[in-house]
């Protein structure tokens, strides 16, 4: 499923396409204007290390991913994050789809 919005990040104007991970987590990858992917904002988590529910996005916003949170915020495709968890000396957002 593809969203609507469009995301702006580092000067680029990208495309959120909605998916499942083979754990049944959801992903959001971002293509660009040409159609090919450009940046993965989403992680998969194994269950046995953080519940999320169905309409719930694990989001990645650390090294090359550094600022998509708020511009997924701001374009619509998320709400806030409702939870946060380190994760090999990271921290991971959990955030429901809109």
Same mark, same amino acid.
């Given at each position: #499923?593809? @969203?609507?919005?469009?995301?702006?990040?580092? &000067?680029?104007?990208?495309?959120?396409?909605?998916?499942? +991970?083979? !754990?049944?987590?959801? *992903?959001?990858?971002?293509? =660009? *204007? =040409?159609? #090919?992917?450009? #940046?993965?904002? *989403? /992680?998969?988590?194994? $269950?046995? #290390? /953080?519940? /999320? &529910?169905? =309409? =719930?996005?694990?989001? @990645?916003?650390? *090294?090359?991913?550094? &600022?998509?949170?708020?511009?997924?915020?701001?374009?619509?495709?998320?709400?806030?994050? $409702?939870?946060?968890?380190?994760? !090999?000396? /990271?921290?991971? +957002?959990?955030? @429901?789809?809109?």
């Amino acid at each position: #499923m593809i @969203k609507t919005q469009t995301v702006n990040f580092n &000067g680029e104007e990208l495309t959120p396409v909605i998916g499942q +991970y083979a !754990n049944g987590q959801t *992903s959001i990858q971002l293509n =660009d *204007s =040409d159609g #090919m992917a450009y #940046m993965t904002a *989403s /992680v998969a988590i194994e $269950h046995e #290390m /953080v519940q /999320v &529910g169905p =309409d =719930d996005v694990i989001i @990645k916003n650390y *090294s090359e991913n550094e &600022g998509i949170l708020p511009e997924l915020f701001y374009a619509g495709i998320i709400e806030e994050p $409702h939870r946060a968890f380190s994760y !090999n000396f /990271v921290t991971l +957002y959990v955030c @429901k789809l809109r």
